[in-house]
């Protein structure tokens, strides 16, 4: 038997909604799927306004201009994160300064940001890693002391909760990702939230590549013009009818992953109570949506050795992220390795455990003896 990482997962009616999107005669951005999608976010999640993007990193770089950032600009954010957030801000000219992480959640520390603002912050930037929550209240209540926007890059972190509001329901901005490994996926997709009221009309020129089409679609003006800096930030509506599948079953495919954690959870347990790894800390105030498990060892020798012996038995993890800080462009920003101590020392322990829905009813059991059978090697036990 073979556990890729990462496996798509059906909900059933993506092939159903897929032929009458094709059928119809619109596959454009923002068409009948698209618009029941962006309803049923906005219903369930209580977001003020969502647009459907063709990725996570799109509705990064989307937000990145309705913050209005410019090459004078520091953004604060995580080192561990996807090179997409940081991308965004690049692009913009501005200047990524990087926060190191809590070892319980792998999320910003919330406790050094603030010696991380200078005159020339314009912006945070927390992610939730493995679909848990940042703290964003007190994000919130930092940013509103120094007057900062806050862009919370939420691509992990649909369905989860944070004192009962869910990711993305309190920052001005967010962003989701619908790839194929989240929980929710369309293939490639994505979507930005503005629940500032005073962005929206702008993110909509923005979305139309600069232009004012919406006022026309509106019958507000018989022609477009440019208006704005805009890109084609839509996501076809034969993508939106398979994400739309996903989402009206969100409830069912967060069940079948929290059995992975609870299996993962029962099986590592004997290890971190000797020391050997630690696993992740939900906040007692956060509500998770399952998306991934990671552990961390307690040697980067034993870390690789684990992920060798699982490789054997046709078992694939993976090591994570690469931090920002210390990749080949981070030098080129000037930092050093030693300016994110924190998580540089983490990301050589660290391993994503493979997750994926389907694995709850096929594969799972074969998972987790070769996980026992590789950590007994390892440690005796």
């Known amino acids: 038997m073979k556990i890729p990482f990462n496996l798509p997962y059906l909900s059933g009616n993506e092939q159903k909604y897929i032929s009458a999107a094709l059928g119809s005669s619109s596959h454009a951005g923002n068409g009948f799927y698209g618009q029941r999608c962006i309803e049923l976010l906005k219903e369930r999640y209580g977001f003020k306004s969502v647009f459907l993007t063709p990725s996570c990193t799109a509705a990064m770089e989307m937000g990145a201009l309705l913050a209005d950032l410019k090459p004078s600009d520091e953004v604060i954010l995580p080192s561990y994160t996807f090179t997409s957030t940081a991308n965004a801000i690049v692009l913009r000219g501005a200047k990524p300064i990087f926060c190191d992480i809590e070892e319980s959640t792998m999320n910003i520390d919330v406790s050094l940001i603030e010696s991380k603002i200078t005159e020339k912050t314009k912006m945070i930037v927390p992610i939730d890693y493995a679909g848990i929550p940042c703290e964003i209240e007190p994000i919130m209540a930092l940013a509103k002391r120094y007057d900062l926007m806050v862009m919370e890059d939420a691509a992990q972190g649909l369905h989860s909760f944070y004192k009962d509001k869910p990711c993305g329901f309190l920052p001005p901005l967010a962003a989701f990702s619908f790839h194929e490994s989240k929980n929710i996926s369309c293939g490639e997709g994505g979507a930005l939230v503005v629940n500032k009221p005073e962005f929206i009309q702008r993110a909509r020129f923005l979305q139309e590549k600069g232009t004012d089409r919406d006022l026309v679609l509106k019958d507000q003006k018989k022609k477009y013009g440019w ?31 929290s059995l992975i954690t609870k299996a993962y959870s029962l099986l590592l347990t004997p290890y971190q109570e000797k020391g050997c790894l630690k696993t992740p800390k939900i906040p007692p105030d956060a509500r998770i949506n399952h998306h991934a498990f990671f552990v961390i060892f307690d ?49 050589q322990r660290i391993v994503r455990l493979p997750f994926y829905t389907g694995l709850a009813d096929q594969g799972l059991d074969y998972c987790l003896e070769g996980m026992k059978s590789v950590l007994q090697t390892i440690y005796g036990f």
Do not use: W
Request: avoid cysteine.
């Open 227 to 257: 208006v704005d800096v805009g890109s084609s930030f839509l996501l076809s509506d034969i993508l939106a009818a398979m994400l739309l599948s996903q989402l009206e079953n969100v409830e069912n495919i967060v069940k079948k992953r």
């Open 299 to 347: 040697l980067p020798e034993n870390r690789e050795q684990f992920l060798i012996l699982l490789r054997q038995k046709n078992i694939f993890a993976y090591v994570g992220y690469s931090p920002l800080h210390s990749s080949t462009y981070g030098f080129k920003l000037g930092f050093k390795p030693e300016d994110v101590p924190r998580t540089q020392d983490l990301a």
